[in-house]
């Protein structure tokens, strides 16, 4: 139980065009998701906090505009960086909680590359 | 808010010797504190957390101690062996109210054990 997909695992695109990382709660409600992005030999950097149906709550220094998290349901949250740019190019991995209790769900990660 | 620091950040042992990770943590409200392995484009996977009112917990070769007096708790492994070799991080949280509340996480120790 507690399944956590991401969709896809692997991108490439384009400097200045955006991206859609999708991520699924398979098996279970996720009332929150988290999403964290991971630099090469860094630790995870919490972006953003998503609750269904409300807007995602932005870390200090993350711009809600460039990287859109949309939770429309209890199973979905997606990730989308928009104009993106060689910076952007890192691994972004979801998390989801159900609410209840304290632990958190791990996507598999979707490594980003941008050219 | 929250701030995990962790120590050291690579490590290097004999396989069957011991290994221990060492955090410290900021917020004297945080009551969860989960241990994650990641091997290389993986996603963090659980391997041991405590809360806060537990001193110690054990799991086969890997027990985890949490001193909530002087905010640290510590990751033991022992008999270590090869497919320990991955990076390890410590993580903490506040979930007193709910489970919405996001990870926060150490900066990682990558662990080497040589055969």
């Known amino acids: 139980g507690a399944v956590v997909s991401q969709h896809p695992s692997r991108v490439i695109c384009k400097s200045g065009t955006s991206v859609k990382i999708e991520c699924r709660s398979l098996?279970?409600?996720?009332?929150?998701m988290f999403w964290y992005r991971q630099f090469p030999k860094q630790s995870l950097m919490l972006m953003a906090t998503?609750?269904?149906?409300?807007?995602?709550?932005?870390e200090q220094g993350v711009e809600k505009d460039k990287f859109l998290i949309n939770h429309a349901s209890l199973t979905l949250s997606t990730l989308t960086v928009t104009s993106a740019h060689p910076e952007d190019s890192s691994f972004y991995i979801c998390?989801?909680?159900?609410?209840?209790?304290?632990?958190?769900?791990f996507g598999p990660g979707t490594r980003l590359t941008v050219t | 808010g929250e701030n995990v620091e962790q120590h050291p950040s690579t490590l290097s042992v004999q396989e069957g010797d011991s290994a221990v990770i060492k955090c410290t943590y900021s917020d004297s409200a945080s009551n969860y504190f989960p241990w994650y392995k990641q091997e290389l484009g993986k996603r963090p996977q659980l391997i041991i957390d405590?809360?806060?009112?537990?001193g110690e917990k054990k799991d086969q070769r890997i027990a985890v101690t949490l001193n909530k007096t002087a905010k640290h708790f510590s990751l033991h492994i022992t008999e270590t062996q090869p497919e320990d070799s991955a990076v390890y991080f410590c993580?903490?949280?506040?979930?007193?109210?709910?489970?919405?509340?996001?990870?926060?996480f150490g900066k990682g120790t990558r662990l080497s054990v040589i055969a």
């Open positions: 998390s989801a909680s159900t609410g209840v209790g304290y632990e958190q769900y």
């Open positions: 405590i809360r806060s009112n537990v």
């Open positions: 993580a903490a949280k506040n979930d007193r109210n709910s489970g919405n509340t996001p990870l926060v």
């Open positions: 998503s609750n269904e149906g409300s807007k995602a709550t932005y």
């Open positions: 098996d279970f409600q996720a009332t929150t």
